[in-house]
């Protein structure tokens, strides 16, 4: 049976010291009987809390961020519903106003930073989820996408080179991440004897980022990016790094339970997962001379994971239970050449537990109690 309902709004607006403003407003809002659309916006702005001394007229800690998320719903029948929805953020800010233990000044409002520090931040996330009801089973899909992005220039030595005699400064660090991902499952409806779900997810990101931090104890110069920073790096470049790492991830699994009795259940399952890294790493420095290298490391992986487990009910409070199970956390690439501490790749982890335990509440549920030992 479907429900009707009316559309609702809501919006606020606050002000501050500091010139805060604040303004947020939220809808949501039935298009006919299949359709509803749900939206909300926030703004934040306030300028920053913290004078730097070196830099006239900048100040530390201020904030322009804007979020918003919206959402879908479409569900021509009673059996099958579909909703996209999306969350979007947008940050436009100056650095934290840490202090370095040699600043002079004692006033936590003052600091002494002669490179500025700033940072632009956005981020993109969309879901599709879609769920399929039938006498025997239900089908569910979630797809999504997230893509992120982020430019970094920083005062890493949080002072000045007249203070300090030398500087750390990060000139660049940006960052860019694309990932897709899907899972497809297919399982019983609930309040059968057997229950089971089977499906598989499916990975594929990108990361691309790049570094240029400059140091040393000889006065700073101009810290910008040349164009041919990657193949001629300037002096005092500490490190540079252009890479590119590439995952995918995909795996089927299945797990069913079985109810042998009212208050005895068996659960068994089991996954194989498929894990590959690729990372593509130009390396640039120029501390004692110039200094270009690249690698390209890749992994992969082919893991095959379980679970088994019995589970006794005691009372409605009172649950006893024992599992056997095989955990695996992937393995991986470094970007990193000619070290001999650090590998180009690193082996995947797995763990096989043997645990047994029990999950109590007590005193109307007022105390809970689980106990638990394993190998």
Same mark, same amino acid.
């Given at each position: 049976?479907?429900? &009707?309902?009316?559309?609702?709004?809501?919006?606020?607006?606050?002000?501050?010291? $500091?010139?805060?403003?604040? #303004?947020?407003?939220?809808?949501?809002?039935?298009?006919?009987?299949?359709?509803?659309?749900?939206?909300?916006?926030?703004?934040?702005? @306030?300028?920053?809390?913290?004078?730097?001394? /070196?830099?006239?007229?900048?100040?530390?800690?201020?904030?322009?961020?804007?979020?918003?998320?919206?959402?879908?719903?479409?569900?021509?029948?009673?059996?099958?519903?579909?909703?996209?929805?999306?969350?979007?953020?947008? /940050?436009?800010? @100056?650095?934290?106003?840490?202090?370095?233990?040699?600043?002079?000044?004692?006033?936590?409002?003052?600091?002494?930073?002669? %490179?500025?520090?700033?940072?632009?931040?956005?981020?993109?996330? $969309?879901?599709?989820?879609?769920? $399929?009801?039938?006498?025997?089973?239900?089908?569910?899909?979630?797809?999504? %996408?997230? @893509?992120?992005?982020?430019?970094?220039?920083?005062?890493?030595?949080?002072?000045? $080179?007249?203070?300090?005699?030398? %500087?750390? @400064?990060?000139?660049?660090?940006? !960052?860019?991440?694309?990932? %897709?991902?899907?899972?497809?499952?297919?399982?019983?409806?609930?309040?059968?004897?057997? #229950?089971?779900?089977?499906?598989?997810?499916?990975?594929?990101?990108?990361?691309?980022?790049?570094?240029?931090?400059?140091?040393?104890?000889?006065?700073? =110069?101009?810290?910008?990016? =040349? =164009?041919?920073?990657?193949?001629?790096?300037?002096?005092?470049?500490?490190?540079?790094?252009?890479?590119?790492?590439?995952?995918?991830?995909?795996?089927?699994?299945?797990?069913?339970?079985?109810?042998?009795?009212?208050?005895?259940?068996?659960?068994?399952?089991?996954?194989?997962?498929?894990?590959?890294?690729?990372?593509?790493?130009?390396?640039?420095?120029?501390?004692?001379?110039?200094?270009?290298?690249?690698?390209?490391?890749? !992994?992969?992986?082919?893991?095959?994971?379980?679970?088994?487990?019995?589970?006794?009910?005691? &009372?409605? /409070?009172?649950?006893?239970?024992?599992?056997?199970?095989?955990?695996?956390? =992937?393995?991986?690439?470094?970007?990193?050449?000619?070290?001999?501490?650090?590998?180009?790749?690193?082996?995947?982890?797995?763990?096989?537990?043997? #645990?047994?335990?029990?999950?109590?509440?007590?005193?109307?549920?007022?105390?809970?109690?689980?106990?638990?030992?394993?190998?």
């Amino acid at each position: 049976m479907r429900r &009707s309902c009316s559309a609702a709004y809501q919006a606020d607006f606050s002000v501050g010291t $500091y010139n805060l403003t604040r #303004e947020r407003a939220e809808v949501n809002v039935p298009l006919g009987d299949t359709v509803a659309v749900r939206a909300s916006v926030q703004r934040f702005d @306030h300028k920053g809390f913290t004078d730097d001394e /070196a830099i006239p007229g900048f100040r530390e800690d201020d904030a322009h961020n804007t979020g918003a998320k919206g959402a879908i719903l479409w569900q021509p029948t009673e059996n099958f519903s579909a909703t996209l929805s999306a969350e979007l953020y947008n /940050a436009n800010e @100056h650095g934290q106003a840490q202090k370095n233990v040699n600043d002079p000044n004692n006033s936590p409002w003052r600091i002494s930073q002669d %490179y500025p520090s700033k940072s632009k931040l956005t981020s993109e996330l $969309y879901h599709l989820n879609m769920s $399929y009801e039938t006498p025997w089973f239900t089908i569910k899909s979630v797809s999504a %996408y997230q @893509h992120l992005s982020s430019v970094l220039k920083e005062d890493s030595d949080r002072s000045t $080179y007249a203070l300090l005699g030398a %500087y750390d @400064h990060i000139a660049a660090w940006n !960052t860019k991440v694309k990932s %897709y991902t899907e899972e497809f499952d297919i399982l019983s409806n609930p309040g059968s004897r057997l #229950e089971w779900i089977a499906g598989f997810f499916w990975l594929k990101q990108s990361s691309d980022q790049f570094v240029a931090e400059y140091g040393g104890s000889t006065p700073p =110069p101009v810290l910008t990016v =040349p =164009p041919d920073i990657e193949t001629n790096p300037p002096l005092g470049l500490n490190y540079g790094n252009d890479s590119l790492v590439k995952r995918r991830s995909e795996s089927v699994f299945a797990q069913a339970t079985y109810h042998i009795t009212d208050n005895f259940r068996i659960t068994a399952g089991g996954r194989l997962n498929h894990d590959s890294y690729g990372d593509d790493s130009h390396n640039f420095s120029n501390i004692f001379g110039p200094s270009v290298n690249e690698v390209f490391n890749k !992994t992969k992986d082919n893991v095959t994971t379980w679970r088994g487990e019995a589970d006794y009910d005691l &009372s409605a /409070a009172n649950m006893l239970y024992a599992s056997y199970s095989r955990g695996y956390k =992937p393995g991986g690439v470094n970007g990193s050449f000619g070290q001999q501490v650090i590998q180009p790749s690193f082996s995947p982890e797995t763990n096989t537990a043997f #645990e047994i335990g029990s999950k109590n509440f007590f005193f109307d549920d007022a105390l809970r109690l689980n106990l638990a030992a394993f190998d």
